[in-house]
């Protein structure tokens, strides 16, 4: 449970993170700034990456659980 909670803070800090740089690269955009643009878009994109790696490794960590509640149930 303690993994549940910790897991929803990042994921919602993450979101956060993301929502400002999307408002950020916005702004910059507006004002022509697109030196500057792309490199908030360039941090955005490891956001990105950073979300993947965690869903890519709850993913394995469902499967493994289910592979063992299998494995015990038998």
């Known amino acids: 449970m303690l993994a549940g909670i910790a897991l929803y803070f990042i994921l919602k800090a993450l979101g956060i993170i993301f929502g400002i740089c999307c408002f950020v690269w916005v702004f910059l955009k507006l004002i022509s700034a697109d030196k500057e643009a792309d490199h908030v878009e360039d941090f955005g994109g490891k ?21 063992y509640i299998i494995a015990v149930s038998t």
């Open 47 to 67: 956001i990105l990456d950073i979300f993947g790696a965690i869903i890519k490794y709850l993913f394995f960590a469902i499967v493994a659980l289910i592979i």
